[in-house]
T-cell receptor, first 115, second 111 residues
């Protein structure tokens, strides 16, 4: 099916370990985003990409890095996970031929627990 | 500082009642969107409003964009249990800037 897939959907890891979350879209969208969702905070932007190899920081980028080597893939890396990074992470994309840059399609989320 | 303030945070109503959810800001937005999110899933776009004063209807849902493009409201008529979910407003300051989201309104409609 077309759309956005995130992997893994669930992950439990220990403090200090590296973690990579993957996002794959088949919409040929130009823009891709990583958000985290926490109780009391809503959705907050971590990083976004406006093209292959073009990325920029969002509101809560500290401790996270991203890479986009292909239009369809956007990776989020936690170099050394901390308990404060326990969250649900959502990938989104936008900017297809029939939608504007701000019409977001979201993945189903990746729940990360850092012990 | 939260750019978009949503109210109420939580709302529990009986089936058949009407409700309004508000999204307010001191900033001007080029567009505002409303998303609905169900447990275990990502948000899904309901509507985009781009013109000040614009009103859009989607079956029992009515969306309004304020004249000054700083606020929006979502009104649901005769709520049903299927309307239960987290409603998020999101705004774009300009055409290509990333969306900022409100914290959401969690709606529970009891049969």
């Amino acid at each position: 099916d077309a759309g956005i897939t995130q992997s893994p959907r669930h992950k439990v890891t220990e403090t200090g370990t590296p973690v990579t979350l993957r996002c794959h879209q088949t919409e040929n969208h130009r823009y891709m985003y990583w958000y985290r969702q926490d109780p009391g905070h809503g959705l907050r932007l971590i990083h976004y990409s406006y093209g292959v190899k073009d990325t920029d920081k969002g509101e809560v980028s500290d401790g996270y890095s991203v890479s986009r080597s292909k239009t369809e893939d956007f990776l989020l890396t936690l170099e050394s996970a901390t308990s404060s990074q326990t969250s649900v992470y959502f990938c989104a994309s936008s900017g297809g031929a029939n939608s504007g840059a701000n019409v977001l399609t979201f993945g189903a989320g990746s729940r990360l627990t850092v012990l | 500082t939260q750019l978009l303030e949503q109210s109420p945070q939580f709302l529990s109503i009986q089936e058949g009642e009407n409700l309004t959810v508000y999204c307010n800001s001191s900033s001007v937005f080029s567009s505002l969107q409303w998303y609905r999110q169900e447990p275990g899933e990502g948000p899904v776009l309901l509507v985009t409003v781009v013109t000040g004063g614009e009103v859009k209807k989607l079956k029992r849902l009515t969306f309004q964009f304020g004249d000054a493009r700083k606020d929006s409201s979502l009104h649901i008529t005769a709520a049903q249990p299927g309307d239960t979910g987290l409603y998020l407003c999101a705004g774009a300051r300009s055409g290509n800037t990333p969306l900022v989201f409100g914290k959401g309104t969690r709606l529970s409609v009891i049969a």
